[in-house]
């Protein structure tokens, strides 16, 4: 069966690999999201803590042989506790400096931890297999749907829109947007301000740790791996709204299905398919499309 002349075997591989890429783009510019918005902190070492997650896991599973399912908490409880004592000890002297000053801190610190890595583990990258109960796939008629790429969609929409009701429906949430807009008000009701903020930084950090563990067995893990990718997480922020958590998951996801689409289509052009969209969204939109100006 052919849809609009191309096969749709074809066709559903690339959308999905398309989605898997959309869900990694969501959880990632969720948390550049969740930390410029409430802290007003470009995070440019949000790649590297990607990275990070998914060579705590591979280290856990060869070193102490911890499964995959442990991982899944122990990277993001690891990384997000660096980012808490990152916070603690640099970032929070720059919350009322400009962008730039934490724009350059944090991609210091990226080339730092890619350096480390890169001189301790090389960059020809280290394989993480497939848990078990994720293995094989299922034959949807049209199309061969590996189930663990399945499950990284699944994860990812429950832990974005979870992160989403958590920020937006709750009391914790409402304190968290409170205490970035007026911390004064907030500290004199009781609240511990700056123990909020220093949790919204490592929760971000955390979520970059998670999406890691979640490309460990779909890519290599080698020190490079975020880099590669944390330009087009950029791109995805500023395309949905910088600071905009909603905007940062149906952004991340619809352009993973575009880019996909662009495979199919014109793939000489779905390398930067992300970039044109940005140009455009910015001359029309400049506060992205679910920002505020």
């Known amino acids: 069966m052919e849809i609009f002349g191309v096969p749709s075997a074809l066709l559903g591989s690339q959308l999905l690999v398309g989605l898997i890429n959309g869900s990694f783009y969501a959880i990632l510019s969720l948390g550049l999201a969740i930390i ?8 440019f070492a949000h790649g590297a803590q990607y990275m990070m997650g998914a060579f705590v896991a591979w280290i ?6 911890v499964n995959y399912w442990v991982a899944l908490l122990l990277a993001p409880i690891t990384v997000g506790a660096l980012g808490v004592l990152l916070e603690r000890t640099m970032l929070r002297k720059l919350y009322k400096l400009d962008h730039l000053y934490g724009l350059l801190l944090t991609f210091g610190l990226a080339l730092i931890f890619e350096g480390v890595f890169r001189d301790q583990y090389g960059i020809s990258g280290q394989s993480y297999p497939v848990p078990e109960l994720l293995e094989g796939g299922v034959n949807l008629g049209f199309m061969y749907l590996p189930i663990y790429r399945g499950w990284i969609v699944i994860a990812a929409l429950a832990v974005c829109f979870g992160t989403w009701f958590m920020i937006e429906k709750t009391k914790l949430g409402a304190y968290l947007r409170a205490g970035t807009e007026n911390p ?3 500290q004199a009701l009781g609240i511990n301000v700056p123990l909020l903020i220093t949790f919204t930084y490592g929760y971000g950090v955390a979520l970059a740790a998670f999406a890691g563990v979640l490309a460990a067995p779909v890519y290599q893990v080698n020190p490079l791996m975020g880099s590669n990718l944390i330009i087009v997480v950029f791109a995805v922020v500023v395309i949905g709204g910088m600071g905009s958590i909603m905007g940062a998951i149906l952004t991340g996801l619809g352009l993973g299905l575009i880019e996909g689409l662009t495979r199919v289509f014109y793939p000489e052009g779905s390398a930067v398919v992300v970039f044109i969209i940005m140009v455009i969204v910015l001359l029309v939109r400049p506060a992205g499309l679910f920002g505020k100006a």
Do not use: D, H
């Open 184 to 186: 004064q008000m907030v």
């Open 60 to 65: 856990a599973l060869t070193k102490f042989g």
């Open 36 to 43: 410029f918005g409430l802290l007003n902190i470009i995070n």
